[in-house]
C-alpha cells in the first residue's frame, strides 16, 4: 500500500463509508424485493385460472364522438382517429408463460441494481482500505460493466417478449368495427444505448485502473 493511496483512503474515508452503507441498504432492499417479486409471481400462477389482472395494449381505434367535448380534457382534431393503447382487466386463464415472462423482466432488473450495489460495494471497500489500484478492481469494473450491459438489456428483451405474449393471449383474433386492427406501438423492440455507453466508460475506467496499478508497482520498485 503506498502512503499516496493511504492518504487518499483517509481524506475520502467518510464519504466513501457513506456510498458502503448506501450500498447495503440497497442490497438489503433489493432482497426484500426480488422475495416480493417472487410471492407475486406464485401468487399470479396460483390465481390464473380465476382471473389476475393484466395491463395490455389492443392498437385498437375508438370511435371518435362527433361534438363532444370535456372542460379540462385534451382537445381532439376533428377526423383524427383515437387509439386504445392501454387495457385492463381481470383475465382468466392467462398461460403460465406469459405470467413468468412478465415477472422476469422485473427479476433481471432488481438483480442488476443488486449486481451494481454489490461491485460498488467491493469498489469503496477496497479503497477505504488503501488499495485502489488492486488487481482485483479491474476485474470488478469489468464484471460491473457486463453486469449493467447484460442485466438492463436482457429485462428489456423480457419485457418486450412478455407484451408479445399478451397480446397474443389478448388478441388472437382482434376485430374492430370497420374490420381493421393497428398493430400496437410496443410491438417494437428498442434496445437502450445507456446501459451500452455507461458499460463502455467503466471498461475504460478500468484501463485507466490497470495502468495506475503498474505505475504503482513501478514508483514502489524505486522507493
Known sequence: MSVTAQAIAHRSRTPLRL??????????????????????MVSRLQNAHAGITLT?????PVPQPTNAFFAGGPYVVPGSTLYLTQAQGQVADVPAPSIVMQSLSGIVSVLTAAGIALCVLLLVTW???????????????????????????SAI?????????????????PQTPDGTWSVPADNNL??????????????GLAAVFRVGASLEKETEGLV
Do not use: H
Not at 456510498?19 to 407475486?40: E, F, R
Open 56 to 60: 395490455f395494449n389492443p392498437g385498437i
Open 157 to 173: 428483451v423480457l419485457d418486450f417478449l412478455a407484451r408479445q405474449l399478451v397480446n397474443t393471449v389478448m388478441l388472437g383474433a
Open 127 to 153: 479503497v477505504v482500505q488503501g488499495r485502489p489500484f488492486a488487481a482485483v478492481t479491474t476485474r470488478v469494473l469489468t464484471v460491473l460493466a457486463v453486469v449493467i450491459v447484460v442485466g438492463c438489456e
Open 190 to 203: 428498442v434496445i437502450d444505448l445507456v446501459p451500452i455507453y455507461v458499460a463502455v466508460a467503466l471498461l
Open 19 to 40: 456510498v458502503s452503507w448506501a450500498s447495503i441498504a440497497y442490497l438489503l432492499y433489493a432482497a426484500i424485493k426480488l422475495v416480493g417479486q417472487v410471492i407475486d
